[in-house]
């Protein structure tokens, strides 16, 4: 039989993402609704090593719902990825009397969080924090949304100056092995093109297709380039290989970046994380453990932490098509 819970621990880890604050809210009311104890941990596994602990209760989440990043901070630790960081870990947490912890983050950080579990037997949930959406198990990672709304405003203004001087504009977002946040912004956006790892476009294709825009009429034209593209070595060789084979545009370059991650939440990652929350901990009190909270379906489920880290997120394929019928 399962201890039972009575105090529970929270930390974010990895890249921050809207929506982590909503989730911390969501994590700490829900413990007070069932009056356990919840405590904050900051900087992510590196302060669980540390024991840098905070207790939170209903109150200590006012105001931040709407907040982007998160108010416990973030940091990558390599000490827990070594047995004794993780035993140092486990004392912090065994000392504290928490007797189950909630990891609001990707597939680094669930990994992580498995590995802990499997060596103290440490009860453990995960909630999908990363605005990539590349995590199997959910249709949706916290501040996905969010990313997508902040960089199709970025693209309408980009288009404004693309199409005021007859310019091609190259735009990187982000996703270093997913096209989730390419493919979405570059429909909602009007790109010409969109280049993302799982499709292999060509730079010959990529040039005939650009040609064809012209001669149908386009004076302007924005191409959408994932991160992780393979096409070129980076953006800025894709502007350069153009340059040389195209004539009568001129070509420029914006890479988004970290803006893409920052800004607050939308609605939808809002009630998201909120969903989450209750679930992650409501999952804890009733035994559960080692499971990532997603969203499938529109309904709230359960995927093995494993399952979670070790599967793939797929593209979805009718977008693909639309995106192709949308540039003609």
Same mark, same amino acid.
């Given at each position: 039989?399962?201890k +039972?819970?009575?105090?529970v621990?929270?930390l974010?880890s !990895?890249g921050?993402s809207?929506?982590?604050?909503?989730a911390?809210?969501?994590?700490?009311?829900?413990?007070?609704?069932h009056?356990?104890?919840?405590?904050?941990?900051?900087?992510?596994y590196?302060?669980?090593i540390?024991?840098?602990?905070k =207790?939170?209760?209903?109150?200590?989440?006012?105001?931040i719902?709407?907040k982007?990043g998160?108010i416990l901070? =973030?940091?990558r630790?390599?000490?827990?990825?070594?047995?004794?960081g993780?035993?140092?870990?486990?004392?912090q947490?065994?000392?504290?009397?928490?007797?189950?912890?909630v990891?609001?983050?990707?597939?680094? =950080?669930?990994?992580?969080a498995l590995?802990f579990?499997?060596?103290?037997d440490f009860?453990v949930?995960g909630?999908?924090g990363?605005i990539?959406?590349?995590i199997?198990?959910?249709?949706?990672t916290?501040?996905f949304?969010?990313a997508?709304?902040?960089?199709?405003?970025?693209i309408d203004?980009?288009?404004?100056t693309a199409?005021?001087?007859?310019?091609l504009?190259?735009?990187?977002?982000?996703?270093r092995?997913v096209?989730h946040?390419?493919?979405n912004?570059?429909?909602? !956006?009007?790109?010409?093109?969109?280049?993302?790892?799982?499709?292999d476009?060509?730079?010959?294709r990529?040039?005939?297709s650009?040609?064809?825009s012209r001669?149908?009429?386009?004076?302007?034209?924005?191409?959408?380039v +994932?991160?992780?593209d393979k096409? !070129?070595?980076?953006?800025?060789? @894709?502007?350069?290989?153009?340059?040389?084979?195209?004539?009568?545009?001129?070509?420029r370059?914006s890479v988004?970046?970290?803006?893409q991650? !920052?800004?607050?939440? /939308?609605?939808?990652d809002?009630?998201?994380?909120?969903?989450?929350?209750?679930?992650a901990v409501? /999952?804890?009190?009733?035994?559960e453990?080692?499971y990532m909270?997603g @969203?499938l379906?529109?309904k709230?489920?359960?995927?093995?932490?494993e399952? +979670?880290?070790k599967g793939?997120?797929k593209?979805n394929?009718?977008?693909?098509r639309?995106?192709?019928?949308? =540039?003609?």
């Amino acid at each position: 039989m399962p201890k +039972a819970i009575k105090k529970v621990a929270v930390l974010t880890s !990895g890249g921050d993402s809207p929506g982590m604050n909503a989730a911390i809210r969501s994590v700490v009311r829900t413990c007070a609704y069932h009056n356990i104890e919840c405590v904050g941990v900051y900087r992510g596994y590196e302060g669980l090593i540390e024991g840098d602990f905070k =207790s939170m209760d209903a109150r200590s989440v006012k105001g931040i719902i709407n907040k982007g990043g998160t108010i416990l901070k =973030s940091a990558r630790s390599k000490e827990f990825r070594t047995v004794e960081g993780r035993q140092k870990a486990f004392k912090q947490l065994t000392d504290a009397n928490v007797d189950g912890l909630v990891v609001v983050g990707g597939d680094g =950080s669930f990994t992580g969080a498995l590995i802990f579990n499997q060596e103290f037997d440490f009860p453990v949930m995960g909630i999908p924090g990363t605005i990539d959406n590349d995590i199997y198990g959910t249709s949706h990672t916290l501040g996905f949304d969010t990313a997508l709304n902040t960089v199709v405003d970025a693209i309408d203004k980009i288009r404004d100056t693309a199409s005021s001087h007859n310019r091609l504009f190259f735009v990187e977002v982000m996703g270093r092995d997913v096209g989730h946040i390419a493919l979405n912004t570059g429909i909602a !956006g009007g790109a010409e093109e969109i280049l993302i790892p799982e499709e292999d476009l060509g730079l010959d294709r990529l040039v005939d297709s650009l040609n064809k825009s012209r001669k149908s009429g386009k004076t302007s034209s924005i191409v959408i380039v +994932a991160e992780g593209d393979k096409i !070129g070595k980076n953006i800025f060789e @894709l502007k350069d290989y153009v340059d040389e084979n195209m004539e009568g545009y001129d070509v420029r370059v914006s890479v988004l970046g970290h803006m893409q991650r !920052g800004g607050a939440p /939308s609605c939808f990652d809002r009630v998201l994380a909120s969903r989450m929350g209750v679930k992650a901990v409501e /999952s804890l009190l009733g035994g559960e453990t080692n499971y990532m909270v997603g @969203l499938l379906d529109n309904k709230v489920e359960l995927t093995p932490l494993e399952k +979670a880290i070790k599967g793939k997120s797929k593209i979805n394929l009718e977008l693909l098509r639309v995106s192709d019928i949308m =540039s003609t």
